[in-house]
């Protein structure tokens, strides 16, 4: 009995296959908000005045050649969005570790703004939610890598909370003739969603003389990837 159940089990697996996400990019401008431009190297940008917020999609081969030290060292690696050129035993592809997009901010109108990165999120079309990373849950989750607080796991650990501590967006303060930026991460999105849309809600733009937001405005950004099925990635998405 066991045998037939393996067999069907084996079966099953052989005519489903695996699913590789390809990279994610902007939908076209027609489809986009009123007010948003696109550009070729796939950033989405809303301008107000003259204030830009901008999105743009980030690959682990991009991840990866922006912390070439820290993701040359497979298993060990330590950067945070990624797995490095780490591959499961086996295999020749890496998948992706989270869905990252880096966020800029130029405030050349306002006298400050400010992107809660608490308050972004990313909506699929099958109406699923799933909310920014926020860094206490990316420490809490590498904590649990760091065993018996010591040795070489450790300091993994250390490492990867100094690098999220520095390229995370931190949700400062961008004050006049200002600008920032940092990564916005959500979890690794499952292979039914191709099409989707991320949220800036209430942007703050105006304060009162205490500090408190009198204006906002939210923000909307659509994208979509193309998910491949079969058993051996296609060639344009194993690069790492």
Not at 59 to 85: I, K, M, Q, V, W
Not at 98 to 126: M, Q
Not at 203 to 228: I, K
């Amino acid at each position: 009995m066991k045998a037939r159940w393996l067999s069907a089990a084996l079966l099953c697996l052989a005519a489903c296959g695996r699913y590789f996400p390809g990279p994610v990019t902007p939908r076209p401008e027609a489809d986009q908000s009123g007010g948003v431009t696109v550009s070729d190297d796939g950033t989405v940008s809303h301008a107000i005045e003259r204030l830009e917020i901008s999105l743009c999609p980030v690959s682990d081969a991009e991840l990866n050649r922006a912390l070439p030290t820290e993701s040359a060292r497979g298993a060990a690696s330590t950067n945070p969005y990624t797995y490095g050129n780490w591959t499961p035993a086996g295999d020749t592809w890496t998948p992706p570790r989270f869905t990252v997009f880096l966020l800029k901010v130029k405030n050349y109108a306002f006298p400050k703004v400010r992107v809660d990165p608490g308050s972004i999120s990313l909506h699929s079309e099958s109406g699923r939610v799933y909310r920014a990373l926020s860094f206490l849950q990316f420490n809490e989750y590498y904590r649990a890598h760091a065993l018996a607080w010591a040795g070489n796991a450790h300091a993994r650990y250390r490492e990867r909370v100094d690098l999220l501590r520095r390229t995370l967006y931190a949700g400062r303060m961008v004050f006049s003739g200002q600008e920032d930026e940092g990564y916005v991460v959500f979890p690794a999105l499952p292979p039914d969603v191709t099409r989707f849309h991320i949220a800036l809600a209430g942007v703050s733009l105006r304060f009162n003389y205490a500090g408190e937001p009198v204006e906002s405005v939210d923000l909307t950004y659509r994208f979509e990837r193309e998910v491949h099925k079969g058993f051996q990635p296609p060639a344009q998405i194993t690069v790492r």
